[in-house]
């Protein structure tokens, strides 16, 4: 019989051995050029999606008599003006009173007293 000193050193060594062969295939696997691919026939071009939709959408017209119609003529426009707003500090996180722009223009007098 095999002592259980000689069976777990024999253990050992092949279980050495086959992490040693495992991490060999893992490293120094050879990558694998392809010649000729193939593009199978199933797969889309990128973008297909985008050039159907731009041909439907070439294949629209409008009817130019819409625009005579006395409905369209009646339309109203109720647009509103929007006036510009002055502007907030030129960077609202820095401290307060850092970059002047809180600072009130000074008075001048024009007189002679």
């Known amino acids: 019989m095999v002592s259980q000193k000689t069976q777990k050193i024999l ?3 092949i ?8 991490g060999y295939k893992m490293f120094t696997k050879e990558t694998v050029v392809l ?6 026939s199933n797969t889309e071009i990128v973008g297909q999606d985008i050039l159907s939709l731009v041909e439907e959408l ?9 625009f005579s119609n006395p409905l369209f003529s009646n339309l109203k426009d ?16 820095a401290v307060i009173g850092s970059d002047g722009s809180l600072s009130l223009p ?5 007189g002679g007293r």
Do not use: Y
């Open 78 to 93: 109720f647009t509103q003006t929007i006036f510009p707003e002055a502007r907030g500090r030129v960077n609202p996180f």
């Open 58 to 66: 070439k294949a629209i017209s409008i009817d130019q008599d819409f």
């Open 15 to 22: 279980v050495l051995l086959l992490l040693g062969f495992l």
């Open 11 to 13: 253990i050992a060594m």
């Open 106 to 110: 000074q008075a001048t007098s024009t």
């Open 35 to 40: 010649e000729n691919t193939i593009v199978p």
